[in-house]
């Protein structure tokens, strides 16, 4: 059997040890290391080289957007993706932690089975972006400059189109139904999308939308 293999960043060693053992309950999830500190995160990530990084946002001795964009910066760990840890008053670091590349977040209080999912999503290459916290991360970002549109101008219009439909947190088979297209369509469309604008993954695509002025806050 083939596992998913993650690593904890956390400052408390209570969390870690009991994500550690909601997550073994599974038998296709194994944890291969533990860190307290972003800086401890990175050292181990680079040491397991896991699938997944479950990191923590905030943590003294080491920060974990920061961990998160050298993790993804290191091209050793290129097949590495990091879901953020987090709890409802992280609202201010939720947008910082998608553009450091990010692949979505996790609430401290997730149910086990919903856990053990999230983790199997995000190792099966898709972002975790509910459209709750979406419209938070673009709620986030509005106090944040919109950058130039003239990052679009390579695409289509129904490309466009698609990329609003994702920008405000909607799956494959929501985009279809909103504009009568396939789930299997959908998905070739977010994948252009990925390869045009050299995104990594759906929550950097919400980053986009964002930043172009496609989605603004209220959207949804």
């Known amino acids: 059997m083939s596992h998913v293999r993650v690593v904890l960043v956390d400052d408390q060693h209570l969390v870690r040890t009991g994500l550690r053992a909601l997550l073994e309950r599974a038998p296709d999830i194994i944890v291969v290391g533990e860190a307290g500190d972003g800086r401890a995160g990175v050292a181990v990530a680079r040491e397991q080289r896991p699938d997944i990084?479950?990191?923590d946002v905030r943590m003294p001795g080491g920060d974990g957007i920061e961990a998160?964009?050298?993790i993804l910066a290191d091209?050793?760990?290129a097949d590495v993706r990091v879901v953020m840890l987090t709890t409802f008053d992280d609202d201010e670091y939720l947008f910082e932690a998608i553009r450091a590349g990010a692949a979505g977040f996790l609430l401290k209080d997730t149910p086990p089975d919903a856990l053990r999912d999230a983790v199997r999503v995000v190792a099966g290459g898709d972002a975790l972006l509910s459209p709750a916290v979406t419209r938070r991360v673009i709620a986030a970002a509005a106090r944040s400059p919109v950058?130039?549109?003239?990052?679009l101008t390579g695409l289509t219009a129904r490309e466009r189109d698609v990329l609003a439909q994702v920008g405000t947190g909607r799956s494959n088979v929501e985009i279809g139904a909103a504009l009568h297209l396939s789930p299997d369509t959908a998905r070739t469309y977010v994948s252009r999308l990925l390869h045009k604008?050299?995104?990594r993954d759906r929550a950097q695509l919400v980053v986009i939308a964002y930043e172009s002025g496609l989605v603004r806050p209220g959207d949804g």
Do not use: I, Q, S
């Not at 950058?147 to 990052?151: L, V």
């Open 53 to 55: 990084v479950l990191m």
């Open 68 to 70: 998160t964009r050298r």
């Open 75 to 77: 091209p050793t760990l």
């Open 147 to 151: 950058a130039d549109p003239a990052r």
């Open 197 to 199: 604008l050299n995104a």
